[in-house]
Nanobody, 123 residues
Framework: QVQLVESGGGSVQSGGSPRLSCAVS????????MAWFREVPGKEREGVSC???????ASVDSVKGRFTISLDSAQNTLYLRMNSLKPEDTAVYYC?????????????????WGQGTQVTVSS
């Protein structure tokens, strides 16, 4: 059982630049993609950024140029650097692991999820 633990959330002012971390108990080479998702009440969980086994990256249009996903394999940690935060970025952020060979934002293709970390952006 792969375990994921997110950290780094909290209350931030607009324009802030926090970094989320996701500690992963183990990587699965046959299921290499990892991703960050976010969710707000009343809406479906939305893909934010992903990285796959070919070191391809993808981000949703609303965060392109502001958010950066990265993976430290030595530390078994997935990161999401968030720059220029906006109030509409307020959400619970989840990391996901054991996804398919190539990036996807389809939640059905990830086998493991963290518990989520709240990010609240005030104007």
């Amino acid at each position: 059982q792969v375990q994921l633990v997110e950290s780094g959330g909290g209350s931030v002012q607009s324009g802030g630049s926090p970094r989320l971390s996701c500690a992963v108990s183990e990587f699965l080479s046959v299921r290499p993609s990892m991703a960050w998702f976010r969710e707000v009440p009343g809406k479906e969980r939305e893909g934010v950024s992903c990285i796959d086994g070919h070191t391809n990256y993808a981000s949703v249009d609303s965060v392109k140029g502001r958010f950066t996903i990265s993976l430290d394999s030595a530390q078994n940690t997935l990161y999401l650097r968030m720059n220029s935060l906006k109030p509409e970025d307020t959400a619970v952020y989840y990391c996901a692991a054991a996804g398919p060979e190539y990036c996807t934002f389809d939640t059905r293709y990830y086998d493991y999820w963290g518990q989520g970390t709240q990010v609240t952006v005030s104007s």
